[in-house]
């Protein structure tokens, strides 16, 4: 039977969480009538994280896992669990499942029966279910972000950042196989791609149920990622990286 689903999980020193991500996906495989490939891409982990999804692989070996000593970022990741894809859809979302699995259903019905190219998550939908508490700097820092990817480089998508975005295989693959960006703005650099290539994206609410956890430096990955960005069209336009 070929493979349906992709699901690519990437994960940074999850070692307070990953236990339970893997026992729900175990439960969520064992209720869907097609066939399903998940791939953890450990990147880097600096915690027991490894050889929690080894120990527990071993004895449920149809998952997979890409594991490498130095981390390189979400971005990189991705791409790699895209370019190791071999399902007709292609997903990827955080690791501790903070949109639920009940959703990868609903972005394979728009990327198969509506027959759009992406299908991306949405958290600042007014049908979505999205109140995380944050501090002072970190929410005045995501609405700058915001303001700015949305008026000069993606127009009119307000949230790149949702960790679930869904696509065909071969728009993944037109899609990864260019992505240049490891770190967190690499779903600007998709989208930017997207808009360009003209592909078709769908929208859809989502439901937050995660942890909240962040490993995350807020300033300096703030700076990187406003630099990644407004490297974009400069890479586009003027050095046809793409």
Not at 86 to 102: K, M, N, S, V
Not at 110 to 139: A, Q, T
Not at 179 to 200: H, I, N, P, R, S
């Amino acid at each position: 039977m070929p493979v349906k689903l992709s699901l690519i999980i990437p994960v940074y020193n999850a070692e307070s969480f990953i236990y339970d991500t893997l026992i729900q996906l175990i439960e969520w495989r064992k209720n869907i009538n097609y066939k399903a490939e998940i791939i953890f891409v450990n990147d880097g982990s600096t915690d027991s994280t490894n050889k929690i999804l080894e120990n527990f692989i071993n004895k449920n070996n149809d998952l997979k896992l890409i594991s490498y000593t130095r981390n390189q970022g979400k971005g990189y990741a991705v791409k790699t669990g895209m370019m190791e894809a071999q399902g007709e859809f292609r997903i990827f979302t955080d690791a501790d499942i903070p949109y639920g699995l009940a959703e990868l259903d609903r972005i394979i019905y728009y990327l198969d029966f509506k027959e759009f190219d992406i299908c991306i998550g949405n958290r600042k939908s007014i049908n979505s279910e999205y109140d995380v508490k944050m501090g002072f700097l970190r929410k005045l820092s995501s609405k700058l972000f915001t303001v700015i990817i949305s008026r000069y480089v993606v127009t009119g998508v307000n949230d790149t950042q949702c960790g679930l975005k869904g696509f065909r295989a071969d728009i993944a693959d037109k899609l990864f196989s260019k992505l240049q960006l490891k770190g967190f703005a690499f779903d600007v650099e998709v989208l930017y791609l997207c808009y360009k290539y003209e592909f078709e994206i769908k929208r859809i609410p989502v439901k937050f149920q995660g942890n909240n956890m962040s490993t995350i430096n807020l300033f300096s990955t703030s700076l990187n990622m406003i630099w990644d960005v407004f490297c974009l069209p400069i890479k586009y336009h003027l050095l046809k990286k793409y």
